[in-house]
């Protein structure tokens, strides 16, 4: 069964540093998402990706946070210089049709902690 | 606007007992429901969804969930709990309307299942 991989499972980074989460969509998805899980905490909305544009945002979204579909299979989120309060479990998703006429399908998630 | 509650943040059932995990909703829309699991160390499942059609659905491993617009519910149940089904239930919604991509996660129900 087609399924959403994320790379790696976990990543430890030190405060200050960029990293890079990687995610392999669904190969016939063409809308991709990001959420975020702080220990504890619900599960939030970052971003919505289509058409190789952004569709939609949080306000957790700001200009330390970038997307990229850098080919026709990989899904990435960048963080240009990590907080303590990034540390987190992010999801990637995707989707065929979008969510007015399908679901979301995850992947396993990559435990982000800073230090 | 959007917003989802789950009553309860922790459940524990005998095996072979019934579950209920509450959710309650606020859309501003006609709502899509989902229930999510996620067994430990893996990623987010989807259960079953809701999308305008029948009010009461079926999803996997023996879950249904019954769509209650006068209660603004969607609660989940199995008749008899397995001890496979010890994981933790999100209960999500969206607003499908074009541009709108974003799920709203509840806080998450934690089940224990007693043997």
Redesign the interface.
Known sequence: EPE?T?TPSHQVTQMGQEVILRCVPISNHL?F?W?RQILG?????LV?F?NNEI??K?EIFDDQFSVERPDGSNFTLKIRSTKLEDSAMY?C?S?DR????T???????TRLTVV | AQSVTQLDSHVSVSEGTPVLLRCNYSSSYSP?L?W?VQHP??????LL?YTSAATLVKGINGFEAEFKKSETSFHLTKPSAHMSDAAEY?CVV?S?????????????TRLTIIP
């Open positions: 959403v994320q809308y998402y959420y905490q619900k599960v939030e909305f919505s289509y569709s939609e949080s999801f998703a989707s979008g969510l007015m006429n679901e979301a399908f995850f992947g396993q998630g | 899509s989902f999510y160390n893996k990623g987010l499942q989807l969804k999100f969206s499908p309307r074009f541009g709108n991509e974003k799920l709203t996660f509840g806080t998450g």
